[in-house]
T-cell receptor, first 113, second 113 residues
Framework: AQSVAQPEDQVNVAEGNPLTVKCTYS??????LFWYVQYPNRGLQFLLK??????LVKGSYGFEAEFNKSQTSFHLKKPSALVSDSALYFC???????????FGQGTELSVKP | GAVVSQHPSWVICKSGTSVKIECRSL??????MFWYRQFPKQSLMLMAT?????????EQGVEKDKFLINHASLTLSTLTVTSAHPEDSSFYIC?????????FGPGTRLTVL
C-alpha cells in the first residue's frame, strides 16, 4: 500500500540547535517525495522535493532533506533552528507521475528561544 | 515560485445557504487543481481533483452534489458548498500543479452557523 509515516507528532528544539523531522514512506515504485510547511491558519508552502539524482536535496529557508532508499526515509533537516521555524511540517510522496500527494499526519515543530 | 490565491480567506454563513470559494493561479496556467479539507490539528484530506474543461474527480465519500467544483479556465477553479451545515465548517485549501509540484493557496476558513 502507498503510505507515508511521520513517527513524531511533535518535535521540540532549542533555537540554534540542529533539527530533524522524520519521514518514512512505503516502498512502491519510485515515489517523488515532498516536504511542505504550514503556519497557523495558512495554506502549505513548498519546501523541497526529491525526484531523482543527488540524495541530498536543499530547499527553502535553509532546510534540506536526505533521500535514503535502503531505509525508505526522507528526513527533513536544518543545521540551526530558528524560532520562526515553528510550524506544522508535512511529508508527502507521489507514487505515480501526475498522481496525488499522500499526506502524513504532520509533525508539529516547536523551536524555543 | 508559483503563486496560488484563494478568496475569500474566511467566510461565515447561515445553515442552508451556499458558499463559493475561488482558487486562482496567479502567474501560471493550471490544467489540474486540487481541493482539500483540513480539520484542526489534522492532516489534509483530498476532496477532489479539478480538471480544466472537464468534470472533477471526487474522492470516495465526498458528495459531488454538495461540493460542486468548476474549473472553467486555466487559472480559476471554484468550490461551492451547497446547503451548508455546521458540520461543513472547516478549513478548505486548494492547490495547483506545475509539472510535478503542487502549490497551495492560503486556505479559506468556513464557519457555518
Amino acid at each position: 500500500a502507498q503510505s507515508v509515516a511521520q513517527p513524531e507528532d511533535q518535535v521540540n528544539v532549542a533555537e540554534g540547535n540542529p533539527l530533524t523531522v522524520k519521514c518514512t514512506y512505503s516502498v512502491s515504485g519510485n515515489p517523488y517525495l515532498f516536504w511542505y510547511v504550514q503556519y497557523p491558519n495558512r495554506g502549505l508552502q513548498f519546501l523541497l522535493k526529491y525526484i531523482t539524482g543527488d540524495n541530498l536535496v536543499k530547499g527553502s529557508y535553509g532546510f534540506e532533506a536526505e533521500f535514503n532508499k535502503s531505509q525508505t526515509s526522507f528526513h527533513l533537516k536544518k543545521p540551526s533552528a530558528l524560532v520562526s521555524d515553528s510550524a506544522l511540517y508535512f511529508c508527502a510522496p507521489i507514487y505515480n507521475q501526475g498522481g496525488k500527494l499522500i499526506f502524513g499526519q504532520g509533525t508539529e515543530l516547536s523551536v524555543k528561544p | 515560485g508559483a503563486v496560488v490565491s484563494q478568496h475569500p480567506s474566511w467566510v461565515i454563513c447561515k445553515s442552508g445557504t451556499s458558499v463559493k470559494i475561488e482558487c486562482r493561479s496567479l502567474d501560471f496556467q493550471a490544467t489540474t487543481m486540487f481541493w482539500y479539507r483540513q480539520f484542526p490539528k489534522q492532516s489534509l484530506m483530498l476532496m477532489a481533483t479539478s480538471n480544466e474543461g472537464s468534470k472533477a474527480t471526487y474522492e470516495q465519500g465526498v458528495e459531488k452534489d454538495k461540493f460542486l467544483i468548476n474549473h472553467a479556465s486555466l487559472t480559476l477553479s471554484t468550490l461551492t458548498v451547497t446547503s451548508a451545515h455546521p458540520e461543513d465548517s472547516s478549513f478548505y485549501i486548494c492547490s495547483a500543479r506545475v509539472q510535478d509540484t503542487q502549490y497551495f493557496g492560503p486556505g479559506t476558513r468556513l464557519t457555518v452557523l
